[in-house]
Nanobody, 123 residues
Framework: QLQASGGGSVQAGGSLRLSCAAS????????VGWFRQVPGKERAFVAV????????AYTDFVKGRFTISRENARNTAYLQMNSLKPEGTAVYYC??????????????????WGQGTQVTVSS
């Protein structure tokens, strides 16, 4: 089970840190991904922290502003979001999977999902 938290309402330029706490499964065995979804659109890739080498990848929209990380000892992953923009308003989901290479960008390759946390950025 994954429990996402940390969403909220902020003004443009503000920061939020999302958390994804896992129970019943060891996060170290999985890639951890963050995705976001707005009404009427498909779930879209935001960031991934790979299990095999700890490398990360981001969608262009968030590069340089967001940081994904994990603490295996706490079985928790994070998404630090800085310099937030109104276009970043969405429900953010964490997910875990074990695919490799470009498969990490596709939500279909993640097995388990958190419930989503709303992020609202006002201008």
């Amino acid at each position: 089970q994954l429990q996402a938290s940390g969403g909220g309402s902020v003004q443009a330029g503000g920061s939020l840190r999302l958390s994804c706490a896992a129970s019943g499964r060891a996060l170290r065995n999985y890639n951890v991904g963050w995705f976001r979804q707005v009404p009427g659109k498909e779930r879209a890739f935001v960031a991934v922290h790979r299990r095999n080498d700890g490398s990360t990848a981001y969608t262009d929209f968030v590069k340089g502003r967001f940081t994904i990380s994990r603490e295996n000892a706490r079985n928790t992953a994070y998404l630090q979001m800085n310099s937030l923009k109104p276009e970043g308003t969405a429900v953010y989901y964490c997910a875990i999977g074990q695919t490799v290479h470009s498969g990490v960008y596709d939500p279909a390759n993640y097995y388990y999902w958190g419930q989503g946390t709303q992020v609202t950025v006002s201008s």
